[in-house]
């Protein structure tokens, strides 16, 4: 799938009416997933909690190895958190030792919505983690249009929600 392609696809998946930022997320990550021109098995969503300085994982969707809900890894203890923040999109091995004992041992993930500074440090809202077989520069191109098509959707939803509690609240 061209990189445009699947940047309408993900605006089309998301076009639709959810309910919270996750449970469009989820929808994304199941239609990636689902897709036979994606080499992306299943993923996770992680959410940012600032006050935490911690992310915690919200959902998880396809062919993962299942984590218990509401996992929570501190920024401190999982600098790749922070290289996501400065870079948007990394492949690599993974290195946190409670991942590994769960039989993760390879990550892709990019970085979603908007970055929220704490601690002096931008982080992104999201990250979307996801299960591949392979690495390389056409899954970095593709996680990047992910990031950047879902990054867009997220934003247009919420200008939305502000319009139109600025208009009930005209009213």
């Known amino acids: 799938?061209?990189?445009r392609q699947l940047f309408h696809a993900i605006e089309q998946v998301a076009s639709k009416d959810y309910r919270s930022d996750e449970e469009?997320?989820?929808s994304?990550?199941?239609e990636i997933t689902n897709s036979d021109q994606i080499r992306i098995k299943g993923g996770r969503i992680w959410k940012l909690i600032p006050r935490k300085n911690a992310y915690i994982l919200v959902r998880q969707v396809g062919k993962v190895k299942w984590l218990d809900e509401n996992v929570t890894i501190k920024v401190s203890e999982y600098q790749?958190?922070?290289r996501i923040g400065n870079e948007k999109t990394l492949l690599g091995t993974e290195r946190n030792a409670d991942l590994r004992k769960e039989g993760i041992k390879k990550y892709s993930a990019t970085g979603v919505g908007d970055k929220v500074k704490v601690k002096g440090i931008h982080l992104y809202q999201y990250i979307l983690a996801f299960n591949t077989d392979g690495e390389d520069q056409e899954?970095?191109?593709?996680?990047n249009v992910i990031g950047s098509a879902v990054t867009a959707v997220l934003r247009g939803r919420?200008?939305?929600a502000r319009t139109k509690q600025l208009e009930q609240?005209?009213?």
């Open 80 to 82: 790749d958190f922070v």
């Open 1 to 3: 799938m061209n990189q």
């Open 139 to 143: 899954l970095y191109d593709t996680l």
């Open 169 to 171: 609240d005209m009213d």
């Open 158 to 160: 919420h200008a939305l």
């Open 24 to 26: 469009l997320l989820q």
């Open 28 to 30: 994304v990550v199941r």
